[in-house]
């Protein structure tokens, strides 16, 4: 089953030696349920993420593990799994680059009928911490559609 879904992420980004940054977007989306391999929600990055023209995926698994897709403008595949440290390739029009990922929180009440995502992790740049992220994403239906 595939929804039409009205998402709102806020986004917080802490880095050592910068100010705070946070980032607040509503958009439209798509939810899929794909059974037994959990949700997967999905989105256009606009202008005013500095993405426009990427496709972001939230790729939720049962297990507790989150996998974010981004691909187009900038491709990358980044693993939140809480308590676990992954290594994701980041490549970006400028170059590529490869960072480390650990989560602190995934917390996941996401179902067909919206819900929340919330994933508190930290990157690493050789192995060293680089900053702190938060995703805030809430999930309700769109009862008005998608017009694709």
């Not at 992420?9 to 705070?20: D, R």
């Not at 899929?32 to 929600?41: A, F, R």
């Not at 693993?79 to 929180?105: C, K, M, W």
Request: with cysteine; glycine share 12%.
């Amino acid at each position: 089953m595939e929804k039409n879904v009205i998402i709102s992420i806020k986004g917080m980004q802490a880095y050592e030696g910068l100010e705070e940054d946070t980032i607040e977007l509503v958009t439209q989306g798509r939810l899929l349920d794909c059974g037994e391999d959990g949700l997967t929600l999905s989105y256009q990055e606009s202008e005013l993420t500095g993405m426009e023209g990427t496709l972001t995926t939230f790729q939720v698994e049962k297990t507790g593990r989150v996998i974010l897709l981004r691909t187009g403008q900038v491709n990358s595949q980044m693993v939140f799994e809480e308590g676990r440290r992954h290594l994701s390739l980041y490549q970006t029009p400028v170059g590529d680059l490869s960072v480390g990922i650990r989560a602190n929180r995934v917390r996941n009440t996401l179902g067909m009928q919206g819900g929340e995502l919330e994933i508190d992790y930290a990157i690493e740049l050789d192995h060293a911490l680089a900053g702190q992220n938060i995703f805030h994403i809430k999930v309700r239906e769109d009862n008005r559609g998608i017009k694709q």
